[in-house]
């Protein structure tokens, strides 16, 4: 009976430990395909807003279940001029392209 409890304890605490890594906010490590569409995306619409020719410094991501919060610090190419910081919630649109 000792043997029942501790292996359906050691099972039980597996599982929930599996569970609780797959509902978990990530942040994509740099230079992956998922970071790097998340920014491009990002850099695009805010191409759109006029704000064209900007590098994306991003000190925050993370991305959960298909939708991803960024936050970037944009900056002049030469890095000599600082921009307001800008966020936002992004999620694929039904191409799957961010």
């Known amino acids: 009976m000792k043997n029942f409890l501790a292996t359906a304890s050691l099972v039980t605490s597996v599982l929930l430990a599996g569970c609780a ?3 978990t906010a ?3 490590p740099d230079g992956s395909t998922e970071k790097n569409a998340i920014v ?3 850099q695009r619409a805010l191409a759109r807003q006029g704000r064209k020719h ?14 991803a919060w960024i936050q970037v610090n944009p ?4 890095g ?3 921009y307001e910081s800008q966020s ?9 392209r961010w």
């Open 21 to 23: 890594s797959v509902n």
């Open 26 to 28: 990530h942040t994509p």
């Open 40 to 42: 491009q995306a990002t």
């Open 54 to 67: 900007l590098v994306l410094v991003v000190p925050y991501l993370k991305v959960h279940n298909g939708w």
């Open 75 to 78: 900056q002049s190419a030469d």
């Open 80 to 82: 000599k001029q600082h």
């Open 88 to 96: 936002g919630l992004r999620r694929p649109a039904n191409s799957g």
